[in-house]
Structure formats: C-alpha cells, structure tokens
C-alpha cells in the first residue's frame, strides 16, 4: 500500500543500482531548468526568457561503513571508474512515486572528526531524462 499522508524524511531514500545507500542519513533530490535569453527591442527594457534545458541531481550523506554493502568504497570505485549509475529517490515501498535516472557521482567526501562518527556525502549529477512511477 502507498505511502499516505506527509512523508517522514527518514523514509526517502537514494538507490543505486536497485539497493539503498547504506547507513544513510540524509537523501536530496533537487530538479533546474536554464532559461535562454528572449529580450527584443520590443521587450520595453525588460527582460524576456524562454525554457531551456532541464537537470536534476540527487544527493545522500551517511555513516562511513568501510564494510557497507552499499556504502562510500562502492561509491568511491563508480567514481574512479566514471561508472554511470541507475540512482532513484524514494521510499522503500514499490507502491510509492519515485524518481530516477542515470548519473555519476560527481562529488564524493568524507568528514571526520576527533572522537565523532565518520560520515560521508555524494553528489549524483544525472544525465537524460528523469522517469518516475
């Protein structure tokens, strides 16, 4: 059964592959649109805009698990390897929306502070169009 109601952000998930990212802590998803200049001598000084081309990104933070099934050395090896991705936003729930596309990691970090948990953030720039279901 579908999700109902407001989504507990704990809930929303990244994928990649088909398998979550493990030990997450955070999950974004963002969507932009560019916009092409229009503006004419007839615009009366104003600026006129038409669409463009459309990206979205998404982007997690977890917990640095160096044994993780999906975690940072999995990451860390697409990013070596310029691997595209399958990454999807989502619940866990097959009956909820979610979105997807391919992308690669584009940035990928680890912070880690004097007696604090080691955590990680990746950044997936996606290429093509974002499908959903």
Not at 14 to 40: K, L, Q, Y
Not at 75 to 97: C, E, H, I, N, P
Not at 104 to 124: I, K, N, P, Q, R
């Amino acid at each position: 059964m579908a999700t109902t109601g407001i989504i507990n952000g704990t809930d929303l998930l990244v994928f990649t592959g088909g398998t979550a990212i493990t030990h997450s802590t955070s999950a974004s998803i963002s969507f932009s649109m560019e916009t092409r200049e229009a503006s004419t001598k007839d615009s009366s000084g104003y600026r006129a805009l038409l669409e463009g081309q459309r990206s979205f990104t998404i982007e997690c933070e977890g917990m640095t698990a160096l044994d993780a099934t999906n975690g940072f050395e999995e990451l860390f090896a697409a990013w070596v390897a310029r691997t595209a991705l399958t990454v999807k936003f989502g619940t866990s729930d097959a009956a909820d929306q979610f979105y997807q596309g391919t992308g690669y990691c584009t940035s990928l970090s680890v912070d880690s502070g004097v007696e604090d948990s080691s955590s990680f953030s990746a950044t997936f720039e996606m290429t093509g169009q974002v499908t959903t279901s």
